[in-house]
């Protein structure tokens, strides 16, 4: 990737991983828990999201390595607000991938259209196609990592909704030891992966990646 690439991969990165801090700070409190927006996160301003660590070091070094990849400061949310805890709680945890998802489809569906028509492609700048492009590979990769059932990522909310009471707090529990497991994990099966997130990527823009 060139340099333009790398930049705007970067600026999208930022874009999106404070997309979907809002979005489990919104629906919080539509389910009754009004912490994040007491403590104003629920903004777009990313300056109110970033964690020195994966919004900035991160950020940079997976850019410049060739793939975007980061996160920014989780939204404080509280569970003692929660109407129902076990459904909100997992309604909550999915609504950072939707949010993702939900710009992985929109990028993916206008460069769909714009290559419908090659002319019309040629004749756009280039840094919109690399918007977009960007804006559907780094959200795909946001939402398939973040629900890898591996405490404490989302998608472990989910599966903790599942267990019976008496086995969360064991399988949450496993979140002490998170990044090392989220290291072994994705070491191991990180050459499964990609090909399925570019799969999804080449889904939904119309795009073929050959490696």
């Known amino acids: 990737m ?7 991969s970067f600026a999208v990165l930022v874009f999106s991983v404070v997309v979907h801090e809002v979005a489990h700070g919104y629906v919080a409190m539509l389910v009754g828990d009004p912490t994040a927006k007491l403590a104003g996160r629920l903004s777009l301003n990313p300056i109110r999201h970033v964690d020195l660590l994966g919004t900035i070091i991160v950020p ?3 850019t410049l390595a060739g793939t975007a990849f980061g996160w920014a400061l989780p939204v404080p949310v509280n569970p003692a607000y929660f109407r129902k805890p076990r459904r909100d709680n997992v309604l909550v945890s999915i609504a ?6 939900v710009i992985a489809v929109i990028c993916g569906l206008i460069l769909r259209i714009l290559y419908s028509d090659p002319a019309v492609a040629q004749s756009l700048p280039r840094s919109l196609l690399i918007v977009l492009l960007s804006g559907c590979l780094v959200n795909v990769s946001l939402a398939v ?6 405490p404490p990522l989302d998608g472990s909310h989910v599966v903790a909704a599942l267990l019976p009471r008496s086995m969360v707090a064991a399988y949450m529990g496993i979140g002490s030891f998170g990044i090392i497991i989220l290291v072994i994990f994705m070491s191991s099966i990180g050459r499964i992966i990609s090909p399925i997130m570019l799969a999804v990527v080449s889904l939904l823009s119309g795009i073929s990646f050959r490696g």
């Open 60 to 62: 940079i070094i997976t």
């Open 2 to 8: 060139d340099i333009e690439f790398k930049v705007i």
């Open 145 to 150: 990592f973040n629900m890898l059932p591996i």
């Open 96 to 101: 950072g991938v939707s949010a993702n998802m």
